[in-house]
């Protein structure tokens, strides 16, 4: 009850916007009831857990002594062997030994405990969960020694037990939102649950026994608390799916209430598939493991095995692939074979420059380029991961289909093509066809900015070129710049970092210019995808596909063509086929991404809807893909031209529906209130 009320109180506070009427409140607090009914069920379980160890302490304890009075070793030993005996119990549940397992290779990925803590995964996996139960055994005798205290000493404990439950809390609710549920914020909750049992056994032992009246009044209290609490939870059971907008909320922004309907969902999931059909799991059919929203669907088996839109047929797949086919531009001979260079700006939203209406001065030169490019108002990512998003729009497709890249086809077609990295293991695995890589003397962007200069200063004017420029700097981590200073909040530093590579890249742009190279030269600016900066408790990226992460800055300059803000919705993965259609080069059929050219010349144009993906991966680099111990999450959505954007997370079987050209910051979720454009999204 207490962690609830805590909850419950923040919550109430930071969804305000969030809430449509006090209705939806209501119903959002009686869905805090599952937290007395699970919170009630984990607490007779840990009793009967204490009960049962305590009697095999005691009597190991009596078998030690040998008959006689049991000492402080012999109780030591016994504890000591029955917390052994425990961990070997627990670890053979897999939801146990897979939350140890994935707290140790979250370890593992520290640089100092990667040897130690990989070469016996599995007996430390035995030791952690020991040292687990040894702490709680502590934190118990403590709380019952405290009856024995002074109320000074109480008193210091109970604070002190309070503000670790603060800090705890704020550690759950605000740091790496998210990213990492089933290691860091399964800890947190468990942490706080153990230290609130604490502070009410300390408050219990520490009371005195009450009298006949009293204990009549509080009969009437808990039989009145009783019947609100059972009127709460079956509420929530007949109306919590009926509600997405308030079931977003308990799995995106709680922290215990969210835990405690997944350990209600696990113990109603009769097909041990890992979806509920209860509480709104999502499995319509709790018989047969094979349909659940975590499945892959099967074509033309009449079933629908995800759970998500009816059955996939051929003629499905044939109608899309004739859709896509049909948008395949038609190769220009008269285009001419402008020079290209490609600014790829990591973490770059959109948002935060001038031209796209940010008032903060943090991009007077990109906003001078805009003013004479096409600018994308609404240009989205595939994902809001580098590693996802990068091979996705190099291949122009929104999966890895190990397509011609269009750097190779550039290559291809006579093009002198230099890549001027930061990362370049990695982008040497996903920008193929380059010919030349150019290392920069020293670090910064500072220095890729004059080797570039130098070395496209050199380049014949016989032969086009393609630079390919990546620029890492407003990823984290945030470097500080004297003369871009606008503060020590996060997004002061990520401002300041888009500020420093504006100027740097002002440079560029500034030698263009003068040397008439922006005459025969197309300039892309393009993020891999935003960055959160505090919006719904998260900060970085890779975690949701709102248009913090998911929006990005798209900006063409091409010489000869006007300048034009563009409010289509589009996607990166066009950039290749764009760029290609654009020198009047052909792109491989295979593309899934289409040419924007007619949108930079101003040209009616039907966009197909948008879709992107947020796959997050729970793997250890150290171990086989076999041996990861929690399935990879993933939430998916779709946007039309119209302006609608339907959010689906498969893990919570949850859906968003925003009208983004009204509600921009998506904070009014219409996925109940339009089911039939909800419907159709799907």
Not at 396 to 424: C, I, M, Q
Request: include cysteine.
């Amino acid at each position: 009850f207490l962690l609830a009320l805590v909850e419950w109180i923040d919550l109430n506070i930071q969804l305000t916007p969030v809430f449509e009427s006090f209705a939806e409140r209501l119903a959002f607090t009686s869905y805090f009831s599952m937290n007395l009914l699970v919170g009630a069920a984990i607490g007779l379980l840990v009793g009967l857990f204490v009960h049962a160890a305590t009697f095999l302490k005691r009597r190991l304890e009596k078998f030690l002594a040998k008959g006689k009075q049991p000492q402080l070793a012999h109780r030591l030993i016994a504890g000591l062997a029955v917390c052994a005996f425990a961990a070997v119990l627990l670890n053979q549940q897999p939801k146990i030994h897979a939350y140890i397992i994935g707290v140790i290779r979250e370890a593992e990925k520290l640089p100092h405990m990667t040897r130690v803590l990989l070469k016996f995964e599995r007996l430390h996996a035995y030791l952690v969960l020991m040292g687990l139960i040894i702490v709680c055994s502590i934190l118990w005798v403590v709380t019952r020694a405290s009856k024995q205290w002074g109320w000074r000493l109480r008193a210091i404990w109970m604070f002190g037990l309070v503000m670790l439950m603060a800090v705890v809390y704020y550690i759950d609710s605000r740091i790496e939102v998210q990213l990492y549920e089933p290691s860091l914020n399964r800890s947190m909750f468990l942490a706080n649950t153990a230290l609130a049992f604490a502070l009410a056994g300390t408050i219990y032992f520490s009371s005195a026994r009450t009298g006949a009246f009293e204990v009549a009044r509080k009969k009437y209290i808990m039989t009145a608390a009783a019947i609100l609490i059972i009127a709460g939870v079956a509420f929530t059971f007949a109306r919590f799916d009926h509600n997405q907008n308030l079931k977003t909320q308990i799995f995106y922004r709680t922290t215990q209430a969210k835990q405690h309907f997944r350990f209600a969902q696990w113990m109603l999931d009769f097909d041990r598939d890992g979806y509920s059909a209860l509480l709104g799991g999502g499995d319509p059919d709790d018989r047969q493991s094979g349909i659940n929203p975590g499945a892959t669907e099967v074509t033309g088996d009449g079933i629908d095995n995800n759970c998500i839109g009816g059955d996939l047929t051929e003629q499905d797949i044939e109608v899309w692939n004739q859709e896509r086919e049909s948008r395949h531009a038609a190769v220009e001979a008269s285009a001419k074979r402008y020079n290209l260079i490609y600014i790829f700006v990591d973490a770059l939203r959109a948002d935060h420059l001038g031209a796209y209406g940010y008032q903060r001065n943090t991009s007077p030169n990109l906003d001078a380029l805009a003013a004479r490019s096409a600018v994308f108002d609404n240009a989205f990512t595939p994902s809001p991961n580098t590693y996802q998003a990068v091979p996705k729009f190099m291949q122009s497709a929104y999966w890895d289909g190990h397509y011609e890249t269009w750097t190779e086809v550039l290559a291809r077609n006579g093009y002198k093509t230099f890549l001027f990295p930061r990362r370049l293991a990695f982008l040497q695995r996903h920008v193929k066809g380059i010919e030349q890589i150019i290392k920069p003397g020293k670090k910064g962007l500072n220095s890729t900015v004059d080797k570039a200069i130098e070395v496209l200063s050199k380049h014949p004017q016989d032969r086009p070129f393609c630079a390919y420029i990546y620029v890492p700097d407003p990823h984290l981590p945030f470097a500080r710049h004297a003369r871009f200073n606008y503060g020590s909040s996060f997004t002061d530093l990520y401002d300041g970092e888009i500020a420093y590579t504006d100027f740097q890249l002002g440079r560029l742009f500034d030698w263009l210019d003068k040397s008439g190279k922006m005459n025969d030269t197309m300039v892309v600016i393009m993020a891999d995808h935003g960055e959160s900066v505090g919006e719904r408790a998260v900060y970085k990226h890779n975690s949701q596909l709102y248009n913090e992460q998911m929006r990005i800055a798209t900006i063409f300059y091409v010489p000869g063509l006007a300048p034009r803000r563009i409010p289509d919705y589009v996607s990166s993965i066009d950039l290749g086929a764009t760029i290609l259609n654009t020198v009047g080069l052909d792109y491989p059929k295979q593309y899934a991404g289409v040419s924007l050219l007619p949108l930079l010349r101003g040209e009616p144009f039907s966009h197909p809807p948008v879709y992107g993906e947020q796959v997050y991966k729970y793997e250890s680099p150290y171990v086989q893909l076999s041996e990861n111990v929690h399935p990879p999450s993933k939430k998916y959505m779709v946007i039309t031209q119209d302006g609608y954007k339907l959010i689906y997370n498969r893990d919570y079987y949850n859906f968003e529906l925003y009208n983004l050209r009204e509600d921009p910051r998506e904070e009014r979720n219409l996925y109940n209130r339009m089911p039939d454009k909800a419907e159709e999204m799907k």
